[in-house]
């Protein structure tokens, strides 16, 4: 099928190249995500370049609640001012511009050596990226209308979650066994210097797998411009944004209430992975190796639940496909706080893999379909705000929890509570029917 099309001929499903483009940008950006941010080079800068770990991990978390209090306070704007540009191919070029500030960052890290006097400079780096990055999602996620018809959009995020995940763990899995195993494949004499080399490898992955979607043709025009906004000045955005957070509160608290309870249950989910190493190794007595082995197995089966969620919520909904897995996911977490060995650990940590992608592709369909057309960015943007408000939930209820029972075990119950306030809060919200046909996948790939 050609992916050019006019609005009086509609495709019925999204063209493949356009398709992989969008999610290749997914599986690249996952090189700061889970090699930058998650395990690479946050360890090396509370490890071996601030003067201990305690102040950097301090220094470390004030940087990342700083990022994040930007984010939170920029998102729906920034979304507002993109809708308002309504042009043919402004969204991808702000979606370039952004990876372009994380790829610079990400690669001026390299420049960050072993020493107390360059944790400064990794601190403002890894703030910088993680704001461009915060920003990016926003632009990206706003891209789906671009690639599926209206209520298809289910397949098209299951697929892009699906490239995340597994783009992540090749990567990760790369220079573990390039630069960071017991014998990798290239060493180096000066202390950091293999994280270094990371940091570059990580930039040109990033802009080898980011470039394709800036340069596609998608098979959809974008939806029309955000006029009201395109109206007011920057300060003026703000103000547009309450008064329309008003009218959400007086005329759709439905979409209001999802932005309240995913925020709320995708802390829960990023938990799971969170301290998924943590009780692996500490409570289920995982060796650091099968922890490793465990993260690319929960990777891959997340990326195949997203596949298959993505479909489901084109058949059935995404609502139903969310509440699903929100109950599945605190059963097994229930069923996980009582269970010992590493066989249980096992089987429970796969099944609560399994339901995390599903649920977070899902999620993301849904504000897609729900979204008053022009106000894409906006929404997606209030969609990372909510997110980064509610940020200290569940590592707080993880904390509380061994606190008040004694041993870490029990952090795996504050992480079921934040999962079932998620879901309850969740229950009220309006469903969205399927509407691909049964038995067809919404996209043909």
Not at 247 to 271: N, P
Not at 374 to 390: I, N, P
Request: overall charge neutral.
């Amino acid at each position: 099928m050609s992916s050019s099309t006019t609005p009086s001929t509609p495709p019925t499903s999204t063209p493949r190249g356009p398709l992989i483009a969008w999610a290749s940008w997914d599986w690249g950006v996952a090189s700061f995500q889970a090699v930058i941010t998650t395990f690479v080079f946050t360890v090396y800068l509370t490890g071996t370049v601030a003067a201990d770990e305690a102040s950097g991990s301090s220094a470390l978390a004030s940087t990342i609640a700083i990022a994040g209090l930007l984010v939170a306070l920029v998102a729906p704007v920034w979304g507002q001012r993109s809708d308002a540009a309504g042009r043919e191919q402004g969204r991808q070029r702000r979606l370039g511009a952004l990876t372009a500030v994380t790829v610079v960052a990400t690669a001026l890290m390299a420049l960050v050596t072993p020493e107390p006097s360059s944790l400064l400079l990794g601190l403002v780096l890894l703030a910088v990226g993680t704001i461009t990055y915060e920003l990016a999602q926003v632009e990206y996620n706003a891209l789906i209308y671009r690639l599926a018809p209206s209520g298809r959009t289910g397949w098209v995020s299951g697929f892009g979650w699906a490239a995340g995940y597994v783009g992540g763990i090749v990567l990760l899995l790369a220079c573990f066994v390039l630069f960071l195993s017991d014998s990798p494949v290239f060493s180096f004499a000066e202390p950091g210097a293999s994280v270094r080399v990371i940091a570059l490898v990580c930039a040109v992955w990033l802009v080898v797998f980011g470039l394709p979607v800036l340069v596609t043709r998608f098979p959809y025009p974008p939806p029309p411009g955000d006029a009201d906004a395109a109206q007011v000045s920057v300060l003026g955005s703000y103000r547009l944004l309450f008064r329309r957070l008003a009218g959400l509160w007086r005329d759709d608290r439905h979409l209001l209430g999802f932005l309240v309870s995913s925020a709320i249950y995708r802390d829960g989910l990023t938990a799971v992975f969170t301290f998924g190493g943590v009780l692996a190794s500490g409570t289920f007595g995982l060796s650091p190796g099968e922890v490793i082995i465990f993260a690319i197995v929960a990777n891959v089966v997340s990326a195949l639940g997203a596949l298959l969620g993505g479909w489901l919520d084109d058949l059935l909904g995404p609502k139903l496909v969310i509440i699903v897995c929100l109950a599945a996911l605190v059963l097994v977490a229930a069923g996980m706080l009582f269970a010992t060995g590493t066989t249980a650990f096992w089987i429970g940590g796969v099944f609560l893999a399994l339901f995390v992608g599903p649920a977070q592709a899902c999620s993301r369909s849904y504000l897609a379909r729900v979204v008053p057309p022009g106000r894409e960015g906006e929404l997606f943007g209030l969609y990372a705000t909510t997110g980064r408000a509610v940020s200290f939930l569940a590592p707080a209820m993880f904390a509380l929890c061994i606190a008040l029972f004694g041993t870490q075990r029990w952090g795996i119950l504050g992480i079921g509570v934040v999962l079932l306030l998620g879901l309850v809060t969740f229950l009220p919200v309006r469903a969205v029917p399927g509407t691909a046909a049964a038995g067809q996948a919404a996209v043909r790939v």
